[in-house]
Structures are given as C-alpha cells and as structure tokens.
C-alpha cells in the first residue's frame, strides 16, 4: 500500500508553515534536548526518539488530515518551531499548538505562525474555534494565547498533569 501525504504549506510574511522533512531531524533534536521541550513532551534525550517524534507528527497528517507543521524562517530557510492543530486519541478537541526552537523567541514567530494555523484551520480543517492546552506556569504561552484573542475556558488535564484550557476566537472560514 502506497500512502501520500498533501501537506499543505502556508506563507507569512516572514515564514513558510510546511510539513516535516527528515532533514528537520537535527533541529528537532536540539530542541528536546532544552529545558524548553518539556512543555510539549520532552526532554527526549536520543535521536531515536526524536525520529519518532517526526513520524508521529507525519502519521497525525495522515491519519487526522491535520497536524503540525514545521516553521521556516523564509530570509534563512532555519526551522523555528512548530505550529498545528493536535488531536491526539483521548483529547476532547482539536487543540491549537505552538512551540519555537531557541534562539527564536520574543521576535513574534509564534504569534504569526499560530495566526496563520488558526486562520488556515478554520477555513480548511472546519476546525473555526479550537482549544489550547496550557501547563499553569507555562506563562509565555498564556501570554500568547490571549494576544491571540484566546480566554480562559476552564482547567483541565492533559497526559495526566493538570493545565488550563484557552478557547480561541471563532474564526469564519473564507
């Protein structure tokens, strides 16, 4: 059986959202290996599971239609970071998620990546108004939540630690 992927790639003006590339494997892996990756499920301390890292977010596309995508800084052609819609089994919805690698942070990319996944979603995915899952001390993300429009919906759980669930804004599809 022969499966094809069409991941979609979205332009910004300063970034290309596309889909993994086994060539995002280095940055991946300095990325886990950061006291940053713990908020999206690191550290992963091997190559091994970083690979396996690329081939679930590949698989999510595949499966669900949606997923993350890679972000590329378009001047450098550096990845970012990763931008998506997540529903992984046992989630109530669609979540909106983000993280950027070090050395991105504080120049906007995440507030132009999400924008652009949120936007690309609701008029492609019929996903108009998604959550986020946030850690209670994760307050960079809670700040860019709600620069994105997103409010405090409720407190939650997620992989069994509790977090805060942000509602985005509806967004109307084109």
Same mark, same amino acid.
């Given at each position: 059986?022969?499966? /094809?992927?069409?991941?979609?790639?979205?332009?910004?003006?300063?970034?290309?959202?596309?889909?993994?590339?086994? /060539?995002?494997?280095?940055?991946?892996?300095?990325f886990n290996q950061g006291e940053r990756s713990h908020w999206v499920g690191g550290p992963k301390t091997? @190559? #091994?599971?970083?690979?396996?890292?690329?081939?679930?977010?590949?698989?999510?596309?595949?499966? @669900?239609?949606?997923?993350?995508?890679?972000?590329?800084?378009?001047?450098?052609?550096?990845?970012?970071?990763?931008?998506?819609?997540?529903?992984?089994? !046992?989630?109530?919805?669609?979540?909106?998620?983000?993280?950027?690698?070090?050395?991105?942070? !504080?120049? !906007?990319?995440?507030?132009?990546?999400?924008?652009?996944? @949120?936007?690309?979603?609701?008029?492609?995915?019929?996903?108009?108004?998604?959550? /986020?899952?946030?850690? #209670?001390?994760? #307050?960079?993300?809670?700040?860019?939540?709600?620069?994105?429009?997103?409010?405090?919906?409720?407190e939650g759980e997620l992989t069994g630690k509790p977090c805060l669930i942000y509602r985005h804004p509806?967004?109307?599809?084109?």
């Amino acid at each position: 059986m022969s499966l /094809s992927l069409n991941i979609p790639a979205v332009e910004t003006d300063r970034l290309i959202l596309r889909g993994y590339r086994e /060539s995002d494997l280095d940055a991946v892996f300095a990325f886990n290996q950061g006291e940053r990756s713990h908020w999206v499920g690191g550290p992963k301390t091997t @190559r #091994h599971e970083c690979w396996r890292v690329i081939i679930g977010v590949v698989g999510h596309w595949a499966l @669900r239609g949606y997923g993350l995508w890679m972000v590329e800084e378009k001047a450098t052609g550096k990845q970012c970071g990763g931008v998506g819609i997540i529903n992984h089994v !046992g989630w109530r919805e669609p979540e909106l998620g983000w993280h950027v690698f070090d050395g991105f942070e !504080g120049k !906007g990319i995440a507030y132009e990546a999400a924008l652009a996944a @949120r936007t690309y979603a609701a008029q492609n995915f019929n996903v108009p108004a998604p959550i /986020s899952y946030i850690r #209670h001390d994760n #307050h960079r993300s809670i700040a860019l939540a709600e620069r994105l429009g997103a409010t405090l919906e409720c407190e939650g759980e997620l992989t069994g630690k509790p977090c805060l669930i942000y509602r985005h804004p509806v967004t109307e599809a084109a």
